[in-house]
């Protein structure tokens, strides 16, 4: 990373329904660290969201429910610009300029707009198949140089490290965009099912037994986990015997994160136990993490003047110092 960029870190969030335990592990609770130490843009990302279509209620609905869920996971909206994307209109010019920058064979590698396109990509909308190009612009926009992502989303970074620098060659001007530098969680692989230790948490999975919201109770929370998918054996002392069996991994990985620990101490302190017993502890500690976000997420949600004047606020912020860099990029570009 060249020395003459602020160090900025960039992050969105796509508002399409409840926050989950994945969320929270997988990002949320990441962007609260980083807010210690960087400069942070946290965007709830609703240009987005329309990719796929939603209902205009819904997707207000959960703009502000993605927004409580922030503020709830511990953001600081005084510390950090905390906004949602289409009230900053420079998100939308820049990704146009990036249409023009980027390449067709670009998109054309992309495996996330096949998987979600399906076996009907003449019929999924063109936003879905440029929505890397968007995701550049967002980066970009703010020079951001750091980008905390899950494995999903690395393939969209390459692409707007590659974005940034034809832009700064194209145009000569080579030191315009920070190459900007993915923020990989070590600790943490990923959050899976709980019914199925090879498939991500989602959303999107049919069965509310798959994943633990952030909205549930202390009952849900437990029978969620006595219901988790494990196996007959124990808990074994080295995590290299974890290799093939996904849902222990799962559940150990998840008490180990949630209790800021590591795999390593977790398989010391649990080994020999079996899994009926860890849950216990697993629930323990999740109802003790989880709860009271939730209760502070209901509160939230009943405050929505609260929450329109955070983004209103945050926005005025995000456009300000998006405004800088449009202007210098337009002018770049040649625009008058
Ligand atoms: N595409 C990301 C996702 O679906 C969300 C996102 C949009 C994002 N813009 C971003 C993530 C910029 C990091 C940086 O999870």
């Known amino acids: 990373m ?29 962007f609260v660290e ?4 960087m400069e942070c843009i946290y965007c709830v990302v609703d240009l987005h ?3 796929v279509f939603q209902e205009p209620q819904e997707l207000n609905k959960n703009i502000l429910e993605t927004t ?3 503020l709830a996971c511990g953001l600081d909206f005084k510390k950090s610009i905390i906004f949602n994307q289409s ?6 010019e820049l990704a146009w300029i990036f249409n023009c920058v980027s390449r067709v064979g670009w998109m054309n590698r992309m495996t996330q707009f096949k998987e979600k396109a399906g076996s009907n990509k003449e019929n999924a909308s063109v936003g879905l198949y440029v929505y890397p190009n ?25 692409l707007a490290r590659d974005i940034a620098q034809k832009f700064n060659n194209d145009f000569r001007n080579e030191n315009f965009f920070p190459i900007p530098e993915p923020l990989i969680q070590k600790k943490i692989s990923r959050v899976m099912s709980l019914r199925d230790g090879k498939k991500k948490m989602s959303k999107s999975e049919e069965s509310d037994y798959s994943r633990i919201n952030l909205g549930d109770s202390e009952d849900e929370i437990k029978k969620k986990i006595k219901k988790a998918k494990t196996d007959s054996l ?7 015997d974890l290799k093939n069996r996904p849902e222990a991994l799962n559940l150990l990985t998840i008490y180990s994160s949630i209790t800021d620990s590591t795999l390593e101490k977790t398989l010391k302190e649990m080994n020999g136990k079996d899994f009926s017993k860890f849950k216990e502890n697993l629930s323990d500690a999740l109802i003790s993490t989880i709860c009271p976000i939730g209760k502070k997420i209901q509160d939230l949600r009943k405050d929505k003047s609260y929450l329109l004047k ?3 606020e945050g926005s005025n912020r995000a456009r300000e110092v998006s405004e800088h860099n449009l202007n210098k990029i337009k002018e770049i570009v040649g625009f008058i």
Not at 34 to 37: A, H, I, N, S
Not at 87 to 92: E, F
Not at 139 to 158: F, R, S, W
């Open 68 to 70: 409580a869920g922030f």
């Open 2 to 30: 060249k020395k003459n960029f602020k160090e900025v870190v960039f992050s969105g969030v796509q508002p399409t329904g409840n926050l989950h335990l994945g969320n929270y592990l997988g990002a949320m609770k990441n």
């Open 134 to 158: 968007l995701m550049a612009a967002d980066i970009l926009l703010y020079k951001a140089t750091h980008v905390p992502v899950g494995d999903d989303q690395k393939q969209h970074l390459e």
């Open 49 to 51: 969201a329309i990719t």
């Open 234 to 240: 124990p808990i074994p002392e080295k995590s290299e």
């Open 310 to 312: 955070i983004l209103k």
């Open 34 to 37: 980083l807010q210690k130490k």
């Open 87 to 92: 009230s900053v209109s420079g998100h939308a």
